[in-house]
Structure formats: structure tokens, C-alpha cells
């Protein structure tokens, strides 16, 4: 595929760097913007080391590269066509509005994040120029200046990698193209399904992240630890009651039939017996790092700000405009700014007497 538009990717970090970076080796007209400055050097002296679970998927990409502090340069350069945004939540709204005088007229932003930041985007360059997309299952890190590393295998079978999706359900000419875009990286469905794959990764992203914060485990060992893994079930249950209750058509939640995760979680005894069998099955399934950790674990371990109150703090709050429980979420939120905050150490024990 050829296209002569052209892509900022603002946030190079795991997801936007890998996807930016392949993207850009794939022959299309990409620049990366990141705050972290010997990312960006790195990236200039020696290109970006795109690792995968196969030596044969190793991708030294050479895309071109801005720092934050030279993004006015895009004044001077070819109005922006696509614009994915794929810093953390809690920057969407200044990113966005940074970015949105270098926006051709007929250009877009593509939140490319956990979360749900369309509406934080939409906010400062309208709907119109608002699109959705998910990395559904890409797990991936950003382990040094330079370099990520893919942790799960390419084109996984029954699963697409990335999703894709217009606000308003329709299929347009831009979400096609943008689709194709991105299956030249990987499998991406283009879908008219938006907010429920939305809601479905927030609840996988529920699920795992802040225990994952919390615990110190790694996303193998969350599932293999008995106590966890029923918290895990509880989580993705609530996720789901409330989802539900706010009308949204949801897809499987890592893997699992949404309803049959609710039930588990309510004590259906053959719902739990088949969701927890998944769970346990799924280690080191697609090649994954037996220590990769989700994203907010990574976060934990660099001392960043975490995502939690974008996550569970999103269940938390609609659950409760639903009347849905989410005590569980609650729960959790406390146990992560504990260890946010330095007051306490992360470990499995601040999470067995949540569920």
C-alpha cells in the first residue's frame, strides 16, 4: 500500500513507537514526537530497534524525529493528515491542543491509547476529527533509548491485533485507508463497534494493570496465583455488569465471553470452572515474556504516574451513574496510590483481602 499523507506519531513510547516505527519502515511518511529526549536521540543516531518474539520480525526503522521542544518546527513542514495520539491518558488534553494547529483540514487524530480519550480529543479538535483505534493485544515495551520489544506473537489466530473505528459507527473512506494502514504492521479490523471495543479493553486493562501495579506480578504469575486470579475474575465481572448497564455491545474480554466472565464472577460455578481453565491456559501463550508486566506494572516499576484513575477510576465512576457495584475497582484504586505514593511496597498480599 502507498499513501502520501502525512503521520505524527505524538508519544513514542511502547505502543506509538512500535507502531509508528513499523509504519515508517513500511514506507510511509512518519514522524515521531516523544518527550523523553535520549529516546529521540537514540532513535536519530542509530534508528529504532523494533523487536519481536522471532528474530526474523527484528525491524530497524528510521523514521524521522522531533523532540517536544522542537515540535514548533511543524509549523514550517506539511500540515499533519494523521495524527495518533499515544502518550498516557493524563497528557491526552495538552497533547491534543498542541497538536492541533499543525492539523490539515481535512486531517484527524487517532487516540491510540489505553482508556477512552475520544472525547478528551474530540473536546479540542471536534468529533469530526476524532477517530478511535486499539491495540487489542500488542503487548509491548520500551526497555531502553531506542529499543522495544514486542512481547506477543505476530497475527495471532481468531484475534485481530489492532481495532479501528469511526465515533459514529459508519464506515467511512479514512477508516478503511487507516485500516489498511495498519495492516501492513498487523492484523486490524476495522469496526463499526467502537465504543464496546472501547469498553471491552478497559475491562481487560481493569482487570490486569493496577494489580499488576499493586502486586509487582507479572501478567504470567497474576493468573497462576489462586487468590489473584479470583481477583482478577471479580474485576472483569463488575467491568462487565457495567458496561452492560450502559448499553454497550461488548466483545470478548481477553479472550473470555463477556457474560460468562460476569457469571463467573457472581459464582456460577461452570462459568468460573471455564473462565478460570482460560486463565490458566494462557500462560505464556503467543510467546509471551514469562516477566512481561502490563503497562501500568512497567509504569510501577519506572516510578511514573500511573494510569489508575483513567482505568478502574472510569469503571468507578460510570458504574455508579448505572448503580452497578464496583467496590472491587475501589478497592484496588486505594491499593495502587498506596504504592503510588510510596506507602507501601508492592506485593500480592496488599490484594488478598480485596475479593
Not at 28 to 41: C, G, M, Q, R, S
Not at 175 to 199: A, F, H, P, S, Y
Not at 253 to 277: F, H, P, Y
Request: glycine share 10%.
Amino acid at each position: 500500500m502507498t499513501s502520501d499523507k502525512r503521520i505524527v506519531v505524538f508519544g513514542a513510547g511502547a505502543i506509538g513507537g512500535y507502531t509508528g516505527g513499523n509504519l515508517a519502515h513500511n514506507g510511509f511518511d512518519v514522524t515521531l514526537i516523544d518527550p523523553w529526549p535520549a529516546h529521540i536521540e537514540a532513535i536519530r543516531t542509530d534508528g529504532l530497534a523494533l523487536e519481536g518474539v522471532t528474530e526474523a520480525e527484528f525491524v530497524r526503522a528510521r523514521p524521522k524525529t522531533l523532540h517536544l521542544t522542537e515540535a514548533q518546527q511543524l509549523a514550517k513542514q506539511k500540515p499533519i493528515d494523521i495524527c495518533f495520539i499515544s502518550t498516557k491518558s493524563y497528557d491526552t488534553d495538552w497533547a491534543a491542543t498542541m497538536m492541533r494547529q499543525y492539523l490539515a483540514p481535512g486531517g484527524y487524530m487517532v487516540s491510540l491509547q489505553n482508556c477512552i480519550n475520544e472525547e478528551r480529543i474530540a473536546g479540542v479538535v471536534g468529533w469530526g476529527k476524532t477517530v478511535g483505534a486499539i491495540a487489542a493485544i500488542l503487548s509491548a515495551e520500551l526497555y531502553a533509548p531506542g529499543k522495544i520489544r514486542r512481547t506477543g506473537a505476530k497475527n495471532p489466530p481468531g484475534h485481530e491485533v489492532y481495532r479501528v473505528g469511526e465515533v459514529h459507527g459508519r464506515m467511512t473512506a479514512r477508516i478503511e485507508e487507516l485500516g489498511e494502514m495498519i495492516r501492513t504492521i498487523d492484523t486490524c479490523k476495522v469496526t463499526d463497534n467502537l465504543w464496546g471495543e472501547r469498553w471491552s479493553k478497559l475491562c481487560v486493562n481493569g482487570m490486569h494493570n493496577g494489580v499488576s501495579a499493586a502486586s509487582g506480578l507479572s501478567g504470567n504469575a497474576m493468573r497462576q496465583d489462586e487468590k489473584i486470579r479470583k481477583l482478577i475474575i471479580a474485576l472483569g465481572g463488575e467491568g462487565v455488569r457495567v458496561g452492560q448497564a450502559l448499553g454497550y455491545k461488548l466483545e470478548d474480554i481477553a479472550g473470555q465471553d463477556a457474560e460468562t466472565l460476569a457469571r463467573a464472577s457472581e459464582g456460577d460455578e461452570k462459568a468460573l470452572e471455564e473462565v478460570t481453565a482460560l486463565m490458566i491456559a494462557l500462560r505464556n501463550s503467543q510467546g509471551r515474556s514469562e516477566q512481561q508486566r502490563p503497562s501500568m506494572g512497567q509504569d510501577m516499576q519506572k516510578g511514573r504516574r500511573t494510569e489508575i484513575d483513567f482505568i478502574n477510576g472510569v469503571i468507578v465512576e460510570r458504574g455508579k451513574s448505572v448503580q452497578r457495584k464496583v467496590s472491587t475497582h475501589e478497592k484496588l484504586i486505594a491499593a495502587v496510590k498506596q504504592v503510588e505514593l510510596g506507602k507501601a511496597a508492592p506485593s500480592p498480599e496488599l490484594l488478598y483481602a480485596i475479593n
